[in-house]
């Protein structure tokens, strides 16, 4: 199971740091990914964490949003927020397994 927390109300330019808990088995050795989701839009790739702990962002959040983990979290630490960034954010590996699939948590950035 993947529970994902941490997410709020925040300004524009403010931070917020999501956490996805999880057991070591799950989370240790396997890529894992944070995804987004918008009312009426698919879920789409934010950031990956391969099992060596290689990292990758898609444009839209490069150099603004880190992906980490440790053995019960994988984290991501979103700076520099923009109202397009508010959306339900998702943990899941990489690529998804539908099993997965949490609630999310909302991130509503104000303009």
């Known amino acids: 199971q993947l529970v994902e927390s941490g997410g709020g109300l925040v300004q524009a330019g403010g931070s917020l740091r999501l956490s996805c808990a999880g057991s070591?088995?799950?989370?240790?050795?396997?890529?894992m990914a944070w995804y987004r989701q918008t009312p009426g839009n698919q879920r789409e790739l934010v950031a990956t964490l391969t099992g060596a702990d290689h990292v990758g962002y898609a444009d839209f959040v490069k150099g603004r949003f880190t992906i980490s983990r440790d053995s019960a979290n994988l984290y991501l630490q979103m700076d520099s927020l923009k109202p397009e960034d508010t959306a339900v954010y998702y943990c899941n590996y990489y690529p998804p397994n539908r099993i997965y699939w949490g609630q999310g948590t909302q991130v509503t950035v104000s303009s």
């Open positions: 070591r088995r799950v989370l240790i050795g396997h890529r």
